[in-house]
């Protein structure tokens, strides 16, 4: 609950700070990946592209929509590059749906 609140003010990189040092002393931080489509939907695609980049051992599982809606997001704000190399990285089979959003920037 910490790490969304952390999140939702504006505070990625209190977030990911926070995870690191749990991480550290063994504690398992697992926060929804509802946050990222939240911070997506604010306007805030890096952030949500940091937060997954930062945090990819202690996100819940992200399907292809939610990989689809950061990927998005980042087209829309002009980050192509973020975006094509994002679902690679992450090893997601992208859809119809995300290339729409790569050819539409």
Same mark, same amino acid.
Request: charged share 15%; glycine share 8%; with cysteine.
């Given at each position: 609950?910490?790490v969304?609140?952390l999140c939702?003010e504006?505070? &990625?990189?209190?977030?990911?700070i926070?995870i690191?040092?749990?991480n550290?002393n ?6 929804? &990946?509802d946050?990222i ?5 604010q306007?805030?695609?890096l ?5 997954v980049m ?7 599982s992200m399907?292809v929509?939610?990989?689809?809606v950061?990927v998005d997001?980042?087209?829309k704000e002009g ?12 090893g997601?089979?992208?859809n119809?749906v995300t290339?729409n959003?790569?050819?539409?920037e």
């Open positions: 609950m910490l969304h609140y939702m504006n505070n &990625v990189d209190g977030a990911l926070l690191n040092e749990l550290k063994k504690f398992k931080v697992n926060f929804p &990946v946050v489509g939240l911070l997506t939907a306007g805030r695609p952030d949500a592209y940091r937060l930062g945090a990819q051992n202690d996100l819940s399907n929509v939610d990989y689809s950061l997001g980042l087209c980050n192509i590059d973020k975006a094509c190399n994002f679902a690679g990285m992450m997601v089979r992208l119809v290339y959003s790569l050819f539409n």
